[in-house]
């Protein structure tokens, strides 16, 4: 068995494409992420975004049609292997988002919330993977920091981010499917210590789930059904915040955000380069927005040579 070396995986970067709008959905940026590369290999991946929110989920679930918003990103990341063990990855996205939607009378919007769309660069990620296990049944623990890149703008919808500083740990694991043993299933679980937003609101630390369930259905396409949860441990109902003109205006920021995002991608590879596309839609969620994100994007892979993107070893 040759040892599986990362380049554009898919589950990646569309983790990380959702989570350019991190208001939205912050499933991690570097996403079930198992198999590592080996010593200088890499890669540089450019996603496109686009997304369409139809409005909020209350805390009970419910659907509600205020606030809907559309936004644009680009994400550029690098990953890079320092050792046969050890690989570091960093990005940064650029969105561009506006309020298509509308509130009832009486709330208060942000000084983006006009309409029109309004870009900014948002936080940086960067990232350290270590390769515990290789092979059929992979292990990597990570440890990273979410940094904003500058002081943008974070009241109301059009916004680029929630701009926290953050602290994230946790593990990547996959394995080969039992069945379709050219298929992989892969999980991470990142569990994130995070900036108090405001003295009233308590820990926003919250725990994410992202998952993928792979198969090469032709040599040069690969499928993937993907998947993204989150917890929030802590902070307040959008019910809540609505009788508090302060609170509300921070309202994405210092909410109880929970959901559960679902979708598939395909990949395909053209020597060293990928072309790789996904969409997820929130099934259901607590006050978080009700997303449909469609992701689009290619990586260049450098370095040594390359086996499977994204699964297990490949069969002898």
């Not at 989920?57 to 550029?76: E, K, N, W």
């Not at 043993?181 to 991470?188: D, K, L, N, S, V």
């Amino acid at each position: 068995m040759n040892a599986p070396r990362s380049r554009g995986d898919v589950a990646r970067r569309a983790a990380g494409a959702v989570c350019a709008l991190v208001v939205v959905a912050q499933a991690s940026r570097a996403s079930a992420q198992a198999w590592l590369p080996t010593r200088g290999e890499g890669d540089v991946g450019l996603t496109y975004g686009d997304y369409a929110y139809d409005g909020h989920f209350a805390s009970d679930g419910r659907r509600i049609p205020y606030g809907g918003t559309q936004a644009r990103s680009v994400l550029m990341d690098v990953t890079y292997g320092i050792t046969d063990r050890v690989t570091v990855n960093a990005s940064l996205p650029f969105v561009s988002t506006r309020l298509s939607g509308t509130f009832p009378k009486g709330v208060a919007l942000g000084p983006l919330d006009d309409g029109a769309y309004h870009g900014d660069f948002q936080d940086f990620r960067f990232d350290v993977h270590v390769q515990a296990l290789a092979g059929s049944l992979a292990l990597a623990p990570f440890v990273g920091v979410n940094l904003p890149s500058h002081d943008y703008e974070v009241v109301g919808e059009a916004v680029p981010g929630k701009r926290l500083k953050e602290i994230f740990f946790g593990v990547a694991a996959g394995h080969s499917l039992p069945v379709l043993t050219r298929g992989w299933i892969q999980a991470r679980y990142a569990f994130a210590v995070v900036e108090r937003v405001l003295p009233e609101v308590g820990s926003l630390n919250r725990s994410n789930l992202d998952f993928e369930i792979g198969y090469p259905a032709l040599r040069w396409l690969s499928v993937r059904a993907l998947g993204a949860w989150q917890r929030t441990h802590g902070g307040l109902d959008l019910g809540d915040m609505v009788s508090e003109p302060n609170i509300f205006r921070d309202h994405d920021r210092a909410a109880r955000t929970n959901y559960l995002n679902l979708g598939g991608g395909v990949e395909t590879a053209f020597g060293r380069s990928e072309v790789y596309a996904a969409f997820l839609k929130t099934v259901s969620g607590e006050n978080a927005h009700q997303a449909r994100s469609l992701y689009v994007g290619v990586a260049w892979g450098f370095g040594g040579g390359f086996g499977r993107s994204g699964g297990p070893p490949a069969a002898p």
